[in-house]
């Protein structure tokens, strides 16, 4: 079994993917893994919604941006490489306590949980919120806020970490088309060592 930090290391973000079907159960593995995650004075203000019929997918598809760093042509996901599933994140302000911390730990865990069954992600931002809440029928539910959106499936390309050139953190693609990541060494971002 890796360490978890090897396991974290290859953990990256996925943007191609392969015509493979996340199954029900890991999806659902990946959620409760959300559902359990540690939140502020436990107050559990996450909601999700879940995508994975394939006329869905490609709906929501259509209301996401993706990889703001490359040229559409090389950052979206061309026809056969798709995911195959999506999870929407709501911040349900209903609730007293709302914060992104929580959503980041959520966030982290969800991802991790599907990455222990080969299931890459992408946790996208740039999103189509009023559409997308439209697609999933909770437009009438103003006091819901469309966090982000999680895009699934099995990767079709790596995802390497590697050191910055020059001070540069974007992301690029090699010549196979895998994500390199330039990671900050740890001499550089630990501040204090007493």
Not at 87 to 96: G, H, K, R, T, W
Not at 154 to 168: C, D, F, I, K, T
Not at 172 to 188: G, I, T
Request: glycine residues 6%; aromatic residues 8%; contains cysteine.
């Amino acid at each position: 079994m890796p360490s978890i930090l090897e396991f974290l290391r290859t953990r990256r973000t996925y943007r191609r993917f392969l015509p493979k079907p996340v199954p029900d159960a890991v999806l659902r593995e990946a959620l409760e893994a959300a559902r359990i995650a540690s939140c502020g004075s436990n107050r559990q203000t996450l909601k999700y919604a879940l995508v994975q019929s394939p006329a869905a997918v490609a709906e929501m598809n259509r209301l996401v941006r993706w990889a703001a760093y490359l040229p559409p042509a090389q950052g979206y996901p061309k026809a056969g490489e798709t995911p195959t599933a999506f999870i929407a994140v709501f911040q349900d302000e209903s609730l007293p306590g709302v914060n992104d911390t929580d959503a980041g730990l959520a966030l982290g865990s969800l991802t991790a949980a599907a990455w222990a069954y080969g299931v890459g992600s992408c946790i996208m931002g740039n999103i189509d919120r009023a559409q997308i809440k439209t697609l999933l029928g909770l437009s009438d539910r103003e006091r819901l806020r469309l966090h982000s959106v999680v895009a699934l499936g099995y990767p079709a390309h790596q995802s390497h970490l590697v050191p910055m050139r020059e001070g540069s953190t974007p992301y690029y693609l090699d010549e196979n088309r895998d994500y390199c990541v330039p990671k900050r060494p740890m001499s550089e971002v630990l501040l204090a060592d007493l």
